[in-house]
């Protein structure tokens, strides 16, 4: 089955800064990926998804992931970080039967002033 | 265009009660999908419903159902609520149901089980 890891928990960056939140998944075959972003007491905003081709994926507000195969692994970036950025970020991946996409426990951002 | 819609924002419970969740789809999506966001568990999936059949089912208790109506609206229904079950639901819909469709969420219903 599929699934997905979001290794950190808690990131804080300043404001003006790179930020890159990590993400790995391990499934059988092509993985749809996909990174949402959650603001508090919101729903779920796609920002980014990956089903083939081009492995670097551009996004809303500036955002940019890059698919690597070999490490299993989907990273989401942005060059210079908003104080608006500040949110829980998901990374998930879907699945080729079922529609049963698997999310990861989640990224929440603090931006620094 | 409209997004997914749910009702209602906030619910309050006694345990042992029923609750009900409702959601609304984005116009011409046909899937709906359930998910169960738990303090510390993060999203999981309960349910997906599309063209009014129940397709696929998470690792759930049968008291967590729903339905889906003929205008693709879906219902959520909790039996004996417990404890636990204190979470925000949130319902996500899809245009169709092919490998990885994006599916977009509503803002949730936040249960509150006492």
């Known amino acids: 089955a599929q699934s997905v890891t979001q290794p950190d928990i808690h990131i804080t960056v300043s404001e003006g800064a790179s930020l890159e939140l990590r993400c790995n998944y391990s499934?059988?075959?092509?993985?749809?990926l996909f990174w949402y972003v959650q603001s508090p007491g919101q729903g779920l905003q796609l920002l980014l998804k990956y089903f083939s081709g081009d492995t670097l994926v551009q996004g809303i507000k500036g955002f940019e992931a890059e698919f690597k195969r070999s490490q299993s692994s989907f990273n989401l970036r942005k060059p210079s970080v908003h104080w608006s950025d500040a949110a829980e970020y998901f990374c998930?991946?879907?699945?080729?039967?079922?529609?049963?996409?698997?999310f990861g426990a989640g990224t929440r951002l603090t931006v620094k002033p | 265009e409209a997004g997914v819609t749910q009702s209602p924002t906030h619910l309050i419970k006694t345990r042992g009660q029923q609750a009900t969740l409702r959601c609304s789809p984005i116009s011409g999506h046909t899937s709906v999908y359930w998910y169960q966001q738990a303090l510390g568990l993060g999203l999981q999936f309960l349910l997906w419903y599309d063209e009014g059949e129940e397709r696929n089912r998470g690792n759930f208790p049968p008291r967590f159902s729903g339905r889906q109506f003929p205008n693709y609206s879906s219902e959520l229904n909790v039996n004996a609520l417990e404890l636990e079950d204190s979470a925000l639901y949130l319902c996500?819909?899809?245009?169709?149901?092919?490998?990885?469709?994006?599916?977009?969420f509503g803002p949730g219903t936040r249960l509150l089980v006492l």
């Open positions: 499934y059988g075959a092509t993985p749809y």
């Open positions: 998930a991946v879907g699945t080729w039967t079922n529609n049963d996409m698997r």
């Open positions: 996500a819909s899809s245009e169709g149901t092919g490998a990885g469709e994006t599916q977009y």
